[in-house]
Each structure stands twice: as structure tokens, then as C-alpha cells.
């Protein structure tokens, strides 16, 4: 049985790198659709598959934030899985043959869609303007909901279908200075836990992926505040020296703990191939403690916590 996975976000790290992976299969399980907001940055997915064979991979145009591009790219995808049955879409007849609806034009090959595709913002909160947190919100949140709801239908028809979601450990503790980032992916929990509930009655599997901090451009492409901004001259000095801390911290946690997207891409995979997967995946333990002391010590023990991490050298 086909695989058909639909990854949104592939023109770099986490969803290139899955994108990959699945398409190299040795096995040829899997049709992946890598789907990117600009086809001009397709060049470093077809590098990384050179020497591969390509057949099992189509690159689609996708923005999450436009609503009639994730409908194309859908659309597209429910046609050729007719093909990859070799059927001819133009003979499709309301009837069933074995494992194949031909009714609703999809055949139940297993469909996967994987949300992936999510940008950064980082910086005091007083300087983020109305224009930067909404694109994060709707790219990393409505984004990921627009792309879930337009595959929901035919899932549920079929009975049948997967949604693996990136997730983030900043979607399950606060991190000074990502606000908005974590409000973002918090809401996402939200939204795939309610989801998760429903959707068991229609056997179809929700699982997020919580990843710490992984090697990709992410820090490049997210929208950073600079020290040396101009935006920055409004805001108070201890914020400043806090923010200025809040850096280096970031960067030394990226250099010394983020894991390779392979680490990721074998979490994916373990979640792809397991018949009953798992709600949460954790990519790595290191971040566990911390977010247990939210729900075990409901007093502000993660908050002093994690500013001692963050902070280590401020007063408490
Ligand atoms: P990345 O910046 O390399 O990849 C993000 C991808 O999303 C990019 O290819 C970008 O073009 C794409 N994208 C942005 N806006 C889009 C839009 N409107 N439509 C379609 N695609 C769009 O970074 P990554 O680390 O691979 O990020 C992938 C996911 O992993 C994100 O959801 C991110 O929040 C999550 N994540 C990353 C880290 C990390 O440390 N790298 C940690 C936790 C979670």
C-alpha cells in the first residue's frame, strides 16, 4: 500500500529533510508531496535528492497562508492518486474495487499530511508590531488549521488518514522572549488535542512531534529584534540587559544541544510507521524536567526555573 504524504515547508531544514528520507525509501513506500511557498527555492531539496530516484517525489506550490494555494495543492494531489493506482481518473465510476473508492475520485491509499512549515519571532514584546505577530499566527497557527481542515473531509470519508503536526517544546512552556512564537504553538496543542479527540472516530491518527532546538535555518528566518535595532531605543535598560542575556543563551543551547533533522526525520518516521501512533512524540529528553515542574508544581516553580536557566547569573 502507497504511502501519499503531503509536507508543507520544505524548501529548508525539518520538512526538506523529511521530505528526503521518505522519498528515498528503498522501498519506495512513500509518494511525497513536498509543498514550499516559492518554487524558486526548489533547488536545495532536488540537490539533496541527487543520485536518488525521483519518481516518488512532486514539489508543490504551497503558501499555508493562502487558502485557495493549499486547495490547489490538495487538488492536485487527490488526481494523481488516482494515477498512482494506474488508473485513469476519466473511467472512475461511483463503485468500489477492493481497497479503491473511486466514488469521491480518491483511493484509499493512506494519506499523510504533515504541518510543518512555521516561522520564529523573537524580541521584547513592546516592539513587535501588529503586521510581524499576526504573519506568526497565521502562518505557524491558522497556517497549520487551514491546511488540517482542507484534508479533513476526505479523511473522515475514507475513514482513514494521519496528521503529524511539527510541534515545539515552546508550544508546551513559555520562553521569555518568544511570546508570541509560543502563543503560537501553545494554540496549536491546543487545536490538535481537541482535534486528536474527535478524530479517533473517524480513525484518523493526530500526532505532534515536540521538537527543542534542531539545526535549520529557523533562527535565520525568523524575525529577529537586533541589539543594534532602532526599535530598541524605546525599550528600558533591565529588558534590554535581560534580552541581551536571553541571546546568548539561545545561542550557546543551539551550538552545544540542537539536534540534526535526521534526529527529527527518525521521530517522524517511528510516528509514519507505528499502526497506532502516539498523541506527543519528544525528539529529545533534555526538556522534560522543566516541563513537568508545570504540571507537578503548579505554583511558580517552572518560572523561577527556567529564568535561573535563562538568566542564570540575574537575581531571581
Ligand atoms: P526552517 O526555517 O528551515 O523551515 C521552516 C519552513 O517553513 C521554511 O521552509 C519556510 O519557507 C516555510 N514557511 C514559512 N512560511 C511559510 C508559508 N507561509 N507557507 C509555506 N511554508 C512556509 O526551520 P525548521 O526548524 O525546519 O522549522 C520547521 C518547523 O519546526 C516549524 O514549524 C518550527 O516552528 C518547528 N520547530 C523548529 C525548531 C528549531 O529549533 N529549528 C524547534 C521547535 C520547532
Redesign the pocket.
Known amino acids: 500500500d502507497k504511502r501519499v504524504v503531503l509536507i508543507?515547508?520544505?524548501?529548508?531544514?525539518?520538512?526538506?529533510?523529511l521530505a528526503v528520507r521518505l522519498a528515498s525509501d528503498p522501498d519506495k513506500t512513500f509518494k511525497v508531496y513536498a509543498?514550499?511557498?516559492?518554487l524558486s527555492?526548489k533547488e536545495r531539496l532536488l540537490e539533496s535528492m541527487k543520485g536518488l530516484h525521483r519518481d516518488t517525489l512532486d514539489i508543490l506550490q504551497?503558501?499555508?497562508?493562502?487558502r485557495q494555494s493549499i486547495l490547489d495543492a490538495r487538488d492536485r494531489i487527490v488526481e494523481k492518486r488516482i494515477n498512482i493506482l494506474g488508473m485513469d481518473p476519466c473511467q472512475c465510476v461511483p463503485i468500489r474495487i477492493g481497497k479503491c473508492d473511486l466514488s469521491g475520485l480518491m483511493c484509499l491509499s493512506s494519506l499523510f499530511t504533515v504541518?510543518?512549515?512555521?516561522?520564529?519571532l523573537m524580541g521584547p514584546l513592546e516592539v513587535q508590531s501588529l503586521n510581524s505577530m499576526r504573519h506568526i499566527l497565521?502562518?505557524?497557527l491558522l497556517?497549520t488549521i487551514q491546511t488540517i481542515q482542507a484534508f479533513l473531509p476526505k479523511m473522515k470519508a475514507q475513514s482513514q488518514g494521519r496528521i503529524l503536526v511539527?510541534?515545539?517544546?515552546?508550544?508546551l512552556h513559555g520562553l521569555p522572549f518568544n511570546e508570541v512564537?509560543c502563543a503560537s504553538?501553545f494554540a496549536i496543542e491546543g487545536a490538535c488535542e481537541s482535534l486528536a479527540i474527535l478524530l479517533q472516530h473517524f480513525n484518523i491518527h493526530v500526532s505532534l512531534i515536540?521538537?527543542?532546538?534542531?539545526?535549520?535555518?529557523?533562527?535565520?528566518?525568523?524575525q529577529k529584534t537586533e541589539l543594534g535595532d532602532t526599535s530598541l531605543q524605546q525599550v528600558d535598560t533591565q529588558t534590554l540587559r535581560l534580552y541581551e542575556k536571553y541571546l546568548q543563551h539561545c545561542r550557546s543551547v543551539?551550538q552545544n544541544a540542537?539536534q540534526d533533522?535526521e534526529d527529527?526525520v527518525k521521530v517522524f518516521l517511528d510516528a509514519i510507521q507505528s499502526p497506532s501512533p502516539a498523541f506527543r512524540y519528544f525528539t529529545s529528553t533534555t526538556g522534560a524536567p522543566v516541563t513537568q515542574l508545570k504540571v507537578t508544581e503548579p505554583d511558580e516553580s517552572y518560572i523561577s526555573a527556567m529564568s535561573k536557566i535563562i538568566f542564570s547569573t540575574e537575581e531571581q
Do not use: H, Q, W
Open positions: 508543507t515547508g520544505c524548501s529548508s531544514g525539518i520538512g526538506l529533510s509543498t514550499m511557498r516559492n527555492k504551497m503558501d499555508v497562508t493562502d504541518c510543518n512549515a512555521g516561522v520564529g497565521e502562518v505557524n497556517g511539527t510541534g515545539s517544546t515552546g508550544g512564537y504553538k515536540e521538537c527543542g532546538p534542531v539545526n535549520t535555518d529557523f533562527l535565520v528566518n525568523l543551539f540542537a533533522t527529527i
